[in-house]
């Protein structure tokens, strides 16, 4: 299997693991489990408070710290920049 394609199925389940997050949070309970990827989450409501909730629940749940720059809005737009945020705080802890 090409290492794109793995790749892809790797992007998915991350994918697939954050949304899951954000509905067991409750973060916008009845949007975030049918939101469009890239729908922005602050247009759909999400508040400051939420996103501290969020940002702890994903280093918990993936084994990862946000560094201080990365603990911004832009970060947590939307499910595709959380886990383009989560894909690549991974791989640098990679060897």
Same mark, same amino acid.
């Given at each position: 299997m090409p290492a794109r394609a793995v790749h892809g199925n790797e992007r998915i389940s991350v994918e697939r693991r954050v949304r899951d997050l954000l509905v067991r949070k409750a973060v916008l309970p009845g949007v975030v489990e049918s939101v469009d990827a890239d729908a922005d989450l602050w247009e759909l409501g999400m508040e400051s408070l939420a996103m501290v909730g969020v940002m702890v629940a994903v280093e918990d749940e993936f084994g990862i710290e946000f560094p201080d720059e990365? %603990?911004?809005r832009e970060t947590f737009r939307s499910l595709s920049m959380i886990t383009d945020a989560?894909?690549? %705080?991974t791989e640098e802890d990679r060897p």
């Open positions: 990365r %603990l911004t989560v894909m690549s %705080l």
